[in-house]
């Protein structure tokens, strides 16, 4: 048998220099290359403008039945902008996006492709930030062209009746960026909750406590209760969209609600960059 | 080259490797050997830094796989063909590995040729043959254009053509100088690949020699005899301190050699109808040295 050693010592050696930028490249290879990807994105993304367009059509046809003083407050309560974006459009938003969010984790641990991508890059703390990287940025693209499409598809529906907001109305634009920007802190929790759990059924049953159930139980009854819900990231998004004065014994301010939205993605984020390091594969 | 060292992985109670001790060396394939269980999938995990070692080290080409950046310029590895996304393309999932290891995309090109998937890169893998499979996994291999290659029985689910381009392929890198480590459950696969083996069962070291050395073990040679008179030459045989099963008008005779047999025979004037003697496969072989280890054993009462 011939031997070539010196040939073969050679290799490995004139390897490029690793950039993380390359990870994220072949993060978003992997995203993009799975079909599934584009139906749960684009069917979430009809689902939530359809539910924003739809309660819009409903105030435009039931609109003569409305008195004067009725149609006089609309504008002046804000309605409209509660109208840009629904509480069901969000949950929906927030559900399918938690969910968006695991399967691009679970996906590699179900199928065991976490295996080939560990023994190609065996930075795992590398790899999982560029796939948090990558799921963060593909799900604000998203959510600013859910939040941006309904706030103009469901203000010019208003404006047929003359009560469609412009975007510079006080408080539309923060009921925008609050919507839009609920769709990546959901993804990350999700994806978090995935990377700790990676077992998908569990993933998703805890992914609906902490984004659906949380803020439901803690209600504004006791201040430990109206603290503990404050946290949750569905009334963070409530107080953002909230237009005029709080109806509550524990009012809180929307820094404190921005904030609420800081605590969650970079906790997610930190979880799900972290978590593989340590464990068996 | 891999340097496993004292190697030892327990899970809760369950102790999958125990003080394993070897070497593969580089310029020859080197197969793997073990019933299902003995913990050669666990190796090889250890081996690329996915499990981490209750104790003991592994050390591949210098350093701990774990602490290199980038893997596939130095190990390429199929641990399983299903450790795939099946919703994805061929392409795709080639694309991504090199993308994550900045090697040129004409390389994904090179390699699907080379194992015969460029005219199926295209279609998604939940579509593919359990061969195929194996194929795409060899690709992504080789893509890295690694000294040292691991693969966790590839030959499952080849066809014949398929067999037989593996075993080239293997001969061809190892011949290139390269590290080859090819794992099986079946001996009859590595007997036409593999040039050293390391066997394990229950996850101890059983053996760790050339093919050659490991063939030498089945020594026991087993002689068929035809003769009309067969009861005479049985207790002939049975003096000479031979063990002898008759099957029909055959003897099976093991612990006297042919020559001896036909030399008994001449002296008492008994014809002998037929005469051959036959050496122990290697399957056999490593049946018999792995007997005491098998794990899951059929028919085992409970």
């Known amino acids: 048998m011939t031997t070539t050693y010196a040939a073969v010592d050679e290799l490995g050696a004139d ?56 149609r006089a407050d609309f504008v002046r309560a804000g309605i409209p902008l509660q109208e840009a974006f629904t509480a069901n459009a969000v949950m929906v938003m927030m559900l399918a ?21 560990f023994a190609a890059v065996p930075a795992r703390r590398s790899v999982m930030a560029a796939k948090t990287v990558v799921v963060t940025a593909v799900s604000t693209v998203f ?4 939040a941006g499409a309904s ?27 609050a919507s839009a920007l609920l769709a990546p802190v959901c993804a990350l929790t999700g994806m978090a909750i995935g990377s700790v759990i990676r077992h998908t059924s569990a993933t998703m049953v805890a992914s609906v406590v902490a984004i659906l159930v949380l803020p439901m139980v803690f209600t504004d009854g006791r201040h430990w209760s109206a603290v503990a819900g404050h946290a949750t990231l569905y009334q963070a998004w409530s107080r953002l969209v909230e237009v005029g004065s709080p109806r509550t014994d524990f009012p809180w301010t929307t820094g404190g ?23 068996d594969q | 080259m891999i340097e496993v060292n004292e190697l030892t992985k327990r899970y809760g109670s369950t102790t999958a490797v125990k003080d394993l001790t070897f070497t593969v060396r580089p310029g020859q394939v080197t197969g793997f050997l073990g019933p299902n269980g003995a913990g050669k999938s666990t190796t090889l995990r250890m081996v690329l830094g996915l499990h981490e070692p209750t104790s003991g080290s592994v050390i591949v080409g210098g350093r701990s796989f774990r602490d290199r950046p980038r893997g596939l310029r130095h190990v390429g590895s199929l641990l399983d063909a299903h450790d795939v996304h099946g919703g994805r393309s061929a392409i795709a999932q080639l694309s991504a590995l090199a993308r994550s290891n900045r090697i040129p995309q004409r390389r994904v090109e090179e390699v699907l040729r080379e194992v015969g998937l460029a005219e199926a890169a295209r279609r998604r893998i939940s ?11 060899i690709a992504s291999a080789l893509l890295g254009d690694p000294p040292v290659l691991l693969f966790d029985e590839p030959l499952n689910g080849l066809d014949p053509e398929g067999v037989r381009w593996v075993r080239d392929l293997f001969r061809r890198l190892a011949a290139e100088g390269r590290t080859v480590f090819v794992s099986s459950h079946l001996m009859s696969e590595m007997e036409h690949t593999a040039d050293q083996l390391i066997v394990i069962g229950r996850g101890e070291l059983i053996a760790a020699e050339s093919l050659a050395e490991f063939s030498a073990r089945g020594t026991r040679q087993s ?15 049975a003096a000479e301190g031979a063990t002898i099963h008759t099957a029909g008008d055959l003897l099976a005779v093991t ?13 008492h004037r008994i014809p002998l109808h037929h005469l051959s003697a036959r050496s122990s496969s290697l399957e056999e072989a490593f049946m018999e040295l792995t007997a005491d280890s098998v794990q899951y054993l059929a028919g085992d009462p409970q």
Do not use: C
């Open chain 2, 127 to 137: 579509g593919f043959s359990l061969g195929m499979k194996q194929r795409l996994g």
């Open chain 2, 223 to 237: 002689v068929t005899v035809s003769t009309p008179a067969s009861a005479v030459l049985r207790d002939l045989l």
């Open chain 1, 15 to 70: 390897e490029p220099r690793a950039r993380f930028h390359d990870l994220v490249a072949a993060e978003w290879i992997k995203l993009r290359s799975l079909r599934s990807t584009w139906i749960a994105y684009g069917a979430t993304a009809l689902a939530v403008i359809a539910f924003n367009a739809g309660t819009a059509y409903d105030t435009y046809n039931y609109w003569p039945e409305r008195s004067a003083a009725d």
């Open chain 1, 151 to 177: 706030f103009g598809l469901t203000q010019a529906i208003l404006d047929g009746r003359d009560a469609g907001l412009s975007i510079g109305y006080p408080g539309a634009l923060r009921v925008v960026a």
């Open chain 1, 257 to 279: 609600a921005w904030t609420v939205y800081a605590v969650w993605a970079l906790t997610t984020a930190v979880l799900a960059v972290t978590s593989a390091q340590r464990r």
């Open chain 1, 143 to 146: 959510g600013a062209i859910v």
């Open chain 1, 97 to 117: 996006l938690g969910a968006i969010g695991a399967v691009a984790i679970l996906g590699e641990y179900s199928t065991g492709t976490i295996r080939t991508t």
């Open chain 2, 255 to 267: 612990g006297v050699t042919a020559v001896r047999i036909g030399e008994i025979a001449m002296e």
